[in-house]
């Protein structure tokens, strides 16, 4: 006769094995529809708002994320100098700028509320 209580700790081990594998699959599968649907588009439209943002020039008129509207007379690596009246100028940081005034913005506007 042969003893089968020495077989089961093998036939354990295979099932577990493949047990894992069947329980990580879907998670993958889970993973891979997130990165697709969130994390790929997100990642476009942030290399989209930063080529807007390094393509800022002195005479483009914009709007910044806070409403402001004004002309672009000095741009720096940090800041953006905007005229926004008669001899009034004012420094923004770069991140700021929302988009080109008369079209959508390029930037949304974070919500920071509660």
Same mark, same amino acid.
């Given at each position: 006769?042969?003893? /089968? *209580?020495?077989?089961?700790?093998?036939? +354990?081990? $295979? +099932?577990? $094995?493949?047990?894992?594998?069947? /329980?990580?699959?879907?998670? %993958?599968?889970?993973?891979?529809?997130?990165?697709?649907?969130?994390?790929?588009?997100?990642?476009?439209?942030?290399?989209? &708002?930063?080529?807007?943002? +390094? %393509?800022?020039? #002195?005479?483009?008129?914009? =709007? /910044? *994320?806070?409403? =402001?509207?004004?002309? #672009? *007379?000095? &741009? *720096?690596? @940090? /800041? @953006?100098?905007?005229?926004?009246?008669?001899? &009034?100028? =004012?420094?923004?940081?770069?991140?700021?700028? $929302?988009?080109?005034?008369?079209?959508?913005? &390029?930037?949304?506007?974070?919500?920071? $509320?509660?």
């Amino acid at each position: 006769m042969i003893d /089968t *209580t020495s077989f089961q700790p093998v036939l +354990a081990q $295979g +099932a577990s $094995g493949q047990s894992l594998l069947v /329980t990580m699959l879907p998670m %993958a599968a889970m993973l891979l529809i997130f990165y697709f649907l969130l994390l790929m588009p997100m990642r476009k439209r942030q290399k989209k &708002v930063e080529a807007f943002r +390094a %393509a800022l020039k #002195v005479g483009d008129r914009v =709007i /910044t *994320t806070g409403g =402001i509207y004004g002309q #672009v *007379t000095r &741009v *720096t690596d @940090v /800041t @953006v100098q905007l005229q926004v009246a008669d001899k &009034v100028k =004012i420094d923004v940081a770069r991140a700021s700028i $929302g988009g080109y005034q008369g079209q959508d913005p &390029v930037a949304q506007p974070e919500s920071g $509320g509660l």
